[in-house]
């Protein structure tokens, strides 16, 4: 039964962020935000909400090792998994933004969640509040910098959601919230099922199955898109969505209940591995071809994500 539940929330998570999407998309143009600030923000916000609900869940349940394990998980899955797949499929081109802004801002994210860690084996209301107004600052240079650019940047966002009326666009958002709370009370429900039949940790199930589950949107549309031959999801945005997984999610999340670290795998090992999948991918941009990430360099990447899986579950 535990199966079932984690089929079923995984489907209303999915389901309920793209609702979330469309209904925020629709919204934003309501209110005559740029095509650009909404890729840049509402986008990014709405497609975390599937890990925000899920941590947050988990969390007022008291399972802190769950909340984040979502987010550790999910991060690795975004590089490991997600970016290892795509790039096997088809080869992915890195702009210069990556290692100008991008990817130090996401390294820098990913250093200052294992120091407020392992500082006192906690994430409080002031900590997280810190990292949202860390976020915030990102979000001005990132759409300072966006501006400088071509429209390019926002190729995402679809024009047509603007012409939605507002009732169409509350009920996207009704449908949106209710498959969200549900989707995530039942995976978490069903997640700590699952993880006492087959003896082993919550955190082990959250950093490995819930973590898959709430990468699939990023992970589908990004082979679709490479199957199609058509430009697939870029590295920058899989960078945008660890900075939001860590500032937004365990940032409000924190705010809601202080985030306790009780697993030894945690700071252990798992840590070690978000930030390992992270800066890796600088010298996987420049080394063998330059500014390229093509398909031996996605087997390599898809290679460690297994072995990370194996690891977590042989713990």
């Known amino acids: 039964m535990s199966i079932f539940f984690i089929l079923v929330g995984l489907v209303l998570l999915v389901v309920g962020g793209e609702f979330l999407v469309r209904a925020s998309v629709g919204l934003s143009f309501k209110l005559n935000l740029s095509k650009m600030v ?4 509402v986008v990014s916000f709405a497609t975390s909400a599937p890990e925000l609900l899920v941590s947050v869940q988990a969390a007022l349940e008291g399972s802190s090792d769950m909340a984040l394990g979502n987010v550790i998980g ?20 890195i702009d210069r933004d990556f290692y100008r802004f991008n990817w130090p801002v996401m390294v820098l994210f990913s250093l200052a969640l294992y120091f407020l860690l392992s500082n006192d084996g906690k994430l ?13 600052v990102y979000l001005f240079f990132l759409i300072r910098r966006a501006r400088k650019s071509r429209e390019e940047d926002a190729d995402g966002v679809d024009e047509g959601l603007g012409q939605a009326s507002y009732f169409k666009i509350f009920i996207w958002l009704i449908i949106g919230a209710l498959a969200l709370y549900f989707g995530s009370e039942w995976l978490v429900s069903g997640a700590k099922d699952l993880a006492t039949a087959v003896g ?18 990023e992970l589908a549309a990004s082979v679709i898109a490479a199957l199609k031959k058509e ?17 937004s999610v365990l940032g409000i999340t924190s705010l809601i209940r202080d985030i306790e670290v009780t697993s030894d ?5 798992n840590i070690y591995w978000m930030l390992g999948f992270a800066i890796a991918l600088l010298p ?25 899986i194996a690891l977590a579950f042989a713990a």
């Open 74 to 93: 999910s991060n690795i899955a975004n590089i490991g998994l997600v970016l290892g797949i795509t790039a096997v499929i088809s080869a992915l081109a």
């Open 200 to 217: 082993v940790s919550e955190y082990a199930i959250s950093v490995t199955v819930i973590a898959i589950g709430t990468s699939v949107p």
């Open 231 to 247: 430009k697939a999801i870029s590295l920058g945005n899989l960078i945008g969505s660890n900075i939001f997984n860590i500032a």
């Open 284 to 308: 996987l941009a420049f080394i063998p071809k330059t500014l390229q990430i093509g398909r031996f360099k996605g087997l390599f990447l898809v290679g460690a994500y297994i072995l990370f």
């Open 124 to 136: 409080t209301a002031v900590e997280g509040g810190g990292l949202l107004a860390a976020l915030g």
């Open 38 to 41: 909404i890729g840049l923000t």
């Open 265 to 269: 795998a945690i700071l252990g090992t």
